[in-house]
């Protein structure tokens, strides 16, 4: 999986994934979901990528302690595309 691809879940839910980070060697997305439209909405989750030999899956994180280590790589990438954008 890639950052700046859209993925189907189960329920679904067309997800877009916006960042990627890697915590105790497992892949972590930040995805926004999206509406029928395919725009944003304001709800967004952290997905964990799971490679099986038949595939590779995703499924929500809920790990508090993961949570928020990885919201905080995150959160430090947001700040450095912020940083890049032209002043008006």
Not at 69 to 80: A, G, I, P
């Amino acid at each position: 999986m890639k950052v700046d691809t859209v993925i189907t879940l189960d329920n679904d839910l067309n997800v877009l994934l916006v960042d990627k980070t890697i915590y105790e060697d497992t892949s972590y997305f930040l995805g926004i979901v999206l509406d029928e439209n395919e725009e944003p909405t304001e709800e967004s989750a952290v997905l964990k990528e799971i490679i099986e030999e038949d595939g590779t899956y995703v499924e929500k994180c809920e790990d508090q302690t993961i949570l928020t280590e990885v919201l905080k790589d995150f959160t430090k990438s947001l700040n450095k595309f912020v940083g890049t954008l032209p002043e008006e």
